[in-house]
């Protein structure tokens, strides 16, 4: 049996790292936010890490009561894992870390940025401020991936799947819904890649609560 490092420090930030301070643990938190997914979609979500990493950090998490393993009912039978009430309150954790690395030195890499990490992104890019009396919800097609937006007193909530009764949709891909969210080129300039139906008033009041970059 493995046992789970320690820094010994009484210090609440000091035991909060005791559970999500290695190497993939918060990744795994962020890959979880917006919905439950299978050790195979965590594993195409997080390439870098190894099965066998993985799995460890998936036990570790487990075991400190940041995330839980469910089996799903007829007709999939299969396992998926998802935060716990306490796991989640981990997001507005990740958004302001998330806004605090935009300043980091950039690295080049080949990676592209998962869906999870776009939706994680749009949360730390907007200004609730210009959400401000907006009442809304969105559907963000991202082609193999959905998402529902709902916007209420300035705050944005999203969770992976269809909404119902949206009140408008955004149909794009990964690479320009990037281009839109974290490099901040124009809807206007996007012509072509991007298609929006439904109340365009809030959709427009939406992509103009983003930050620039």
Known sequence: MTTVRTY???????????????RWALLIVRELLFGPKRYSDLQSGLPGASPTVLSQRLRDLEQGAVIQRRKLGPPTRAYVYELTDWGRQ??????????????????ETTATLGTDSLM???????RPAGLDGLTATFLLDLGEDLFTLDIADGDLTI???EPARPDAALRTDPATFKALVI?????????GRLETTGDHNALHRLLNALDAP
């Open 183 to 191: 490099n901040g080129h124009p809807a206007g300039e996007l012509n």
């Open 8 to 22: 010994g420090d009484p210090c609440a930030a000091a035991r909060a790292l005791d559970l999500i301070g290695e």
């Open 120 to 126: 994680l992104a749009l949360q730390s890019h907007l």
């Open 90 to 107: 981990l997001q507005p954790i990740l958004v302001r870390l998330g806004r605090w690395g935009r300043r980091a030195p950039a690295r």
């Open 159 to 161: 969770r992976r799947g």
